[in-house]
């Protein structure tokens, strides 16, 4: 009878995923370990043993430590957009709401990420891989911004360095709520305000005369 645990072990490990499944258990399984031990303890050998798949299975998904790293940023990402993006479409069609719920989901999910993000940014600090994906990441934020702020901007529209002027500060506000330093509502109220006060800037801003 006290085989029957580690049989049972055996076989759950003896299932064959598809790729794709295997990828998201292998995420999951690292969000895991950042979140228990930091992110300094996330190798390729670590989550191989911790998913209890052979070592050439993860190094085939990820190939090196920062393709791991650079892979969870993606998939927060990819998280982040959905929930924004469903908040967005179920919000009334105002101008409160949509920079309420622009803030309120930005901050809420990095909160929700606890420890996982800034770790895996600061373990990439300086990576080419990163560089790329954050960057393409912040130009598709801003342009669902844009889409869902339009019809309350001036003729002239949202000046690019007003959208980059708030990505900084939803990036900083959240990390600063993330660690403590204020509260998610003074961060999700500071970025709310940061957002209507662009939009006001932007219905002052005249058309040039010809």
């Known amino acids: 009878m006290s085989s029957t645990p580690k049989n049972s072990e055996a076989t759950q490990r003896r299932v064959r995923l598809s790729r794709e499944q295997r990828l998201s258990q292998l995420l999951e399984v690292a969000r895991s370990l950042v979140r228990e031990e930091g992110t300094d303890a996330l190798t390729l050998p670590r989550l191989a043993e911790r998913a209890g798949v052979a070592k050439p299975v993860v190094y085939d998904h990820f190939r090196t430590r920062n393709g791991l ?41 990095v909160l929700a990420q606890g420890r996982e993000i800034p770790g895996v940014l600061a373990a990439l600090a300086g990576s080419p891989e990163l560089e790329t994906v954050k960057r393409d990441y912040q130009l598709d934020f801003i342009e669902r911004c844009r889409k869902a702020l339009a019809p309350f901007t001036g003729p002239r529209g949202i000046m690019q360095a007003g959208f980059w002027a708030m990505l900084g500060a939803a990036d900083t506000l959240s990390n600063a709520a993330a660690t403590g330093e204020i509260t998610a509502q003074q961060a999700q109220d500071e970025l709310y305000e940061t957002i209507v006060a662009m939009i006001e800037r932007s219905n002052r801003r005249r058309m040039p005369h010809n």
């Open 69 to 109: 790293l650079t892979a969870l940023y993606q998939d927060f990402d990819a998280r982040q957009t959905a929930l924004i993006d469903a908040a967005l479409e179920g919000s009334a069609p105002g101008l409160e709401e949509k920079a309420s719920v622009i803030a309120s989901s930005y901050v809420e999910c």
